[in-house]
């Protein structure tokens, strides 16, 4: 079962590191991450670079893709060879996935034209240009595309995804491995329960 | 303000971007991916490499230290230059800090004696040999040091210090920025609310 994490220059690591740590404790998973090219891609801040070890080239037929966003996003919207990876890809693949605005790249690919999605917050305007239809919700799942909200979301997201590629006792364990009874310090993570001000320094540093 | 997030072969990924994508939204930090030796450095399934830009020998008295578990954590325990520089950088640091079974490289390193810690619930055991008191809490917070349960307890526990290293406004915003309103599928994320079946299974692909 072939498990396709696409990353590129400038990619927000949590969005695909969540799901990567869910999913590759499924049975029989083969985790790949590709790039558009094999090789380093740095993430948002450039702390640190990734090494794929596969570019699209090598990577077909994946029966699950889990799409991040990040600052990056822009050269991927722009690049039409890993676009036409991503439409071939959602055609045959079980689960078509993004996170946060790893949903605008699904919608530049033209997966999300007529289906409901997901994205980070402070990104929902911007999925009406690509025929979305704007649902406020941390998972969205329309036919075999899957996308969640922001950053973090992705970790909610792959849970779903384990059960239904595996089995409900399966995905409970997986959530037990990683201790996923989240505690979070305060309820600020949705922007409904965030102040004015809580969410103009939450854009700033999203 | 400088944060040092220790890598090392065969590291579980999720237990140090958790708190990296948390930390690095800290205004004014300067975050550092330091490894034994600079270079990359693998993810416990070899899935991809992390590019450590620098090494423990270019990392002097960083303010907050984050150290993560995997697989690999047993070379990290007998490695005499790291656990020296661990052992240094806590005597100076605002927050020494491990998430999961990093707490067993604090063990190692001589951090942990005669303080109360935590871990991933299925190494709660390997604790006390290291002069620890093990306590099953999600964070513990002892003197300048923070232990964090297993893997995903390590994006509470950064919520947790970006109030303390600046303010309850600005951790409020990097929880909204990063979206994290927690919704898992399941309450199976705690051993208290699992079977012994999913217990089981989970300690398998722990």
């Known amino acids: 079962m072939q498990i396709a994490f696409l990353v590129f220059d400038r990619f927000t690591a ?4 969540g799901p990567y740590e869910v999913l590759t404790r499924v049975p029989d998973a083969e ?34 893709v889990v799409v991040p966003g990040g600052a990056g996003k822009a050269d991927v919207m722009s690049d039409a060879a890993t ?3 991503l439409s071939r ?4 693949a079980r689960w078509t996935t993004s996170v946060c605005t790893g949903a605008l790249i699904l919608g530049a690919a033209g ?12 990104f929902h305007d911007e999925l009406a240009p690509y ?17 969640a909200a922001g ?17 409900d006792t399966t995905a409970q364990a997986i959530q037990l491995a990683i201790e996923y009874d989240p505690d979070p310090p ?9 102040s004015e001000g809580v969410r103009a320094l939450a854009r700033s540093l999203s």
Chains 1, 2 share one sequence.
């Open 83 to 85: 676009l036409a990876w």
């Open 111 to 122: 997966i999300l034209r007529g289906r409901r999605a997901t994205t980070h917050w402070a």
């Open 14 to 17: 949590l969005d695909v590191i």
């Open 89 to 92: 890809a959602q055609e045959t």
């Open 31 to 64: 985790v790949r991450f590709v790039a558009p090219q094999p090789g380093p891609v740095n993430t948002e801040d450039g702390a640190f670079a990734l090494v794929a070890r596969h570019g699209i080239e090598d990577v077909d037929g994946p029966e699950v």
């Open 186 to 194: 305060t309820d600020a993570g949705s922007p409904a329960n965030a």
């Open 151 to 167: 950053v973090s979301a992705g970790i909610d997201m792959a849970l779903w995804l384990a059960a239904q590629l595996t089995d």
């Open 131 to 147: 025929g979305a239809e704007s649902a406020h919700e941390r998972m969205v799942v329309d036919g075999n595309v899957v996308t």
